[in-house]
Each structure stands twice: as C-alpha cells, then as structure tokens.
C-alpha cells in the first residue's frame, strides 16, 4: 500500500462504525512510481529531493545575481542565512582561517538538509525526504568521504591513521584498546550515527503527524468528536514543534560535519 493510499483511506471509516483505525506504519514512507524511463522509477521522495535542490539553488542564485550595496529582501535574507552558518557554525567550530574555504560546502549542506525536512509541513508534498535512511545516508557518506580525505591529505599516509585511531604513547598499556575503539568509533559508528540521527527525527515526527491527523478524521462521530478536537490540536502542536526539529536537525547535521573537518585538520581530535 503506498503513503498516498495511507491517507486517502475510507472517508466513512469512523469509529463506532465497524471499521478498525486506519494505523500509520512503515507504508506511509513507501510510494508508487510516478514515471518509469526503462529500469529507472521516479518516486515522490526522489522528486521531492531533486526540487530541494533546485530550490536551494534558486534562492541563492536570485538572491546574489546581482548584489546590491544596499541589499534588498532577498539579498537579505541570503545574507543571513549565509552569514548565520558561516560565522554561527563553520567559523565557532573550525575557525574563521581554516574554515573559510569549507563554507560554500556547508551552507548548501545545510538549506539542502533543511529544505529536504521542510517538505513535510508543506501542502502537497507534506513528506520529509530525510525519513527515508537512503538521504541521509547519502549526505554522512559525502562528509565522511570530505574527512578521510581531508585527515590523509593533512597528516600523510601514516599521520593519517594515527589522527583516525587516536595514536598516543602517553596512553601506555591502554593504548591498543584505544586505537580499537577509535577505529571501530570514526570509520564505522562515525557515518552510520550521523545519517541515523536525521533520519530517524524527521521518521518519528512525520509518523506522528500522520497519526494524529489519521485520528482526528477517525474520531469523528458520535461523542468521539470530543477525543479528534485534542487529537487535531496535537496536529497543530506537532507541525509547529516539527518546524524547530527541522532546523534544529539541519543545523546539528552540519554542526557534526563541521567538527569531523575540524578533527582532519588539527593534530589530535
């Protein structure tokens, strides 16, 4: 059954009509193609990605095509935005010298993520990309590609490993269990932790929405009515409340690929 299915179900369903409530599940998140170009299918997720994207360049784009000394809205605005990750994010965690050269990178991380989250409170699309692992895990895996990279190219072949795995000698008798636990830590949990702590917010707040908004249309009969005015109330408190879990996981996926740049940049991380 697809997402869209889900929410459109049996507008006579009610409770105290016979019918069971219509719980969200894991078929909320799984969508029939809209197109199909031979072995390839196009999904509203997938769509919604490539419009996060177009938008984010949109914006900037009409933003700073042609820069004004006094700024307009628009410049304003994308002046802000990108000002508040430069000097609130890049430049606290990495340093205003070494950082400078890794903002363009982690302003577009960031509206990306944050436009791909938007998406759920938006009529029409209302789905946030980032529910789907598959997105997230793209993203962490550009970042821990960005600091391997960044670590070898800083340190060498051989400082590159021992920036990864934590290498020190004053650690004594302890220090192979170090290195282990480093290892296992940046290499392996390091990626799969960031990619899970985005997806897995934006997948609870876009199943809560869901149900409570399922709820509210189930509870509507009879002295029922009663229970689906609280349960919309929780929709309303839910969306707003997912409208700050948006930025904030925007704003903590960056902050964490910030600190992953730093850690290949400074001799012990």
């Not at 409530?21 to 998140?29: K, N, Q, R, S």
């Amino acid at each position: 059954m697809s997402a869209d299915q889900t929410l459109a179900f049996d507008p006579d369903c009610h409770i105290f009509t016979g019918c069971g409530f219509p719980a969200p599940g894991l078929h909320t998140f799984i969508y029939e193609p809209i197109a199909t170009w031979g072995g390839f299918e196009l999904t509203k997720p997938m769509l919604l990605a490539v419009l996060s994207s177009v938008v984010v360049v949109g914006f900037f784009w009409a933003a700073f095509r042609k820069p004004k000394l006094v700024p307009g809205k628009m410049q304003m605005i994308g002046e802000a935005g990108y000002d508040f990750v430069r000097r609130g994010i890049v430049y606290e965690i990495i340093g205003k010298k070494d950082g400078e050269k890794y903002v363009p990178f982690m302003v577009s991380m960031f509206f990306l993520v944050w436009m791909m989250n938007l998406w759920s409170i938006i009529p029409l699309a209302q789905f946030p990309v980032t529910s789907l692992i598959a997105f997230p895990a793209a993203l962490a895996l550009i970042v821990y590609v960005v600091w391997v990279s960044l670590t070898f190219k800083k340190h060498g072949f051989v400082g590159g490993w021992k920036n990864i795995v934590g290498w020190d000698k004053s650690l004594g008798p302890i220090l192979p269990l170090v290195v282990v636990l480093e290892f296992f830590s940046n290499l392996i949990i390091r990626p799969f932790t960031h990619a899970v702590r985005l997806f897995a917010n934006m997948f609870a707040g876009h199943l809560l929405i869901v149900m409570f908004s399922l709820a509210s249309w189930y509870l509507l009969n009879g002295i029922g009515i009663v229970y689906a005015g609280t349960s919309f109330v929780m929709v309303l408190v839910m969306t707003a409340f997912e409208l700050f879990i948006q930025a904030v996981q925007a704003y903590v996926f960056v902050l964490l690929a910030c600190s992953y740049v730093q850690g290949a940049l400074s001799e012990h991380h």
